[in-house]
């Protein structure tokens, strides 16, 4: 029999950070991690306070989408940041900084190469081992809650229904049941890590990053609803836009699905 809980002694043996994960709540069944953390009522408010849950009922994607994880195999959590410092920082410097902890963690632990799409997707191979949802909550112009949703495919062998991207698990790509403890720490280890450098050096995070995604340089079509553009993927500039050079100029794109062309 193949174990099916989450053993929070172990998981707390391997995390190594001092605010991150310190707040930590397990839950066998939320609509979505990341409504129960911007929820104000529900009076969480430490900085770094985590929520894994087994399953989400109305578990959300980017743009309306929903997302699917079997329950008990993979990792769907949220992360409540409230530190003052980081919500008046660029919050599309720590969606990228994000991708780039889960990518860096999944290289880290299991020898896998994996690569970055813009804006913050982890893929191996060509296909979505993990997706990022930021939410907020705003009074005025000032965010009093970001809220960082993150699935990872761990050990999920088969996906149903369509998808955009073709999507895989860890456990698919190296043929091995996978530690969920073991990654969630060392995921939550690289994330504090990658946050330091959002307040300090934002450009290490850019830096990092770019050398993570494959399709710079490459003809890209952007699409966002009824909005089609293709260009070449010139850059990411200091915002974390992308840049799209499309008749010689470059234009910033602030949304959109990226894909091949
Ligand atoms: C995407 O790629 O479209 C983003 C997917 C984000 C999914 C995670 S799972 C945990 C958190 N709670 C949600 O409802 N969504 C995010």
Redo the contacts with the bound molecule.
């Keep these: 029999m193949e174990k099916q809980f989450f053993d929070l002694e172990y998981f707390d043996l391997k995390l190594d950070t001092d605010h991150i994960g310190r707040h930590f709540v397990y839950a066998s069944e939320v609509t979505?991690?990341?409504n129960f953390l911007l929820d104000e009522r529900k009076k969480y408010s430490q900085n770094g306070t985590v929520l894994l849950a087994e399953f989400?009922s109305e578990?959300?994607?980017?743009k309306q989408?929903q997302?699917h994880?079997q329950p008990n195999a993979n990792l769907?959590?949220?992360i409540l940041l409230t530190d003052p410092a980081l919500l008046s920082a660029n919050p599309n410097i720590i969606n990228l900084a994000t991708s780039l902890a889960v990518a860096v963690s999944i290289e880290n632990l299991y020898q896998l190469r994996t690569e970055l799409k813009w804006p913050n997707?982890v893929l191996i191979d060509s296909k979505k081992v993990a997706?990022?949802?930021l939410e907020s909550v705003s009074r005025g112009k000032r965010i009093e809650r970001l809220v960082i949703?993150?699935?990872i495919n761990v050990n999920q062998t088969a996906f149903q229904s369509k998808f955009n991207i073709e999507p895989t698990s860890i456990r698919n790509e190296t043929g091995q049941k996978v530690d969920r403890e073991r990654l969630l720490a060392e995921f939550l280890n690289c994330f504090e890590e990658q946050l330091s450098y959002v307040k300090r050096s934002p450009s290490n995070i850019l830096k990092s990053w770019k050398l993570k995604c494959r399709m710079i340089g490459e003809r890209i079509t952007i699409t966002d609803d009824d909005f089609v553009k293709h260009g070449i993927f010139d850059d990411i500039d200091n915002n974390g836009f992308l840049l799209l050079k499309t008749d010689g100029k470059d234009e910033v794109m602030k949304f959109g699905d990226v894909s091949l062309r």
């Design positions: 979505s991690t990341n989400q578990g959300k994607g980017r989408r997302w994880s769907t959590f949220s997707d997706g990022i949802l949703g993150i699935g």
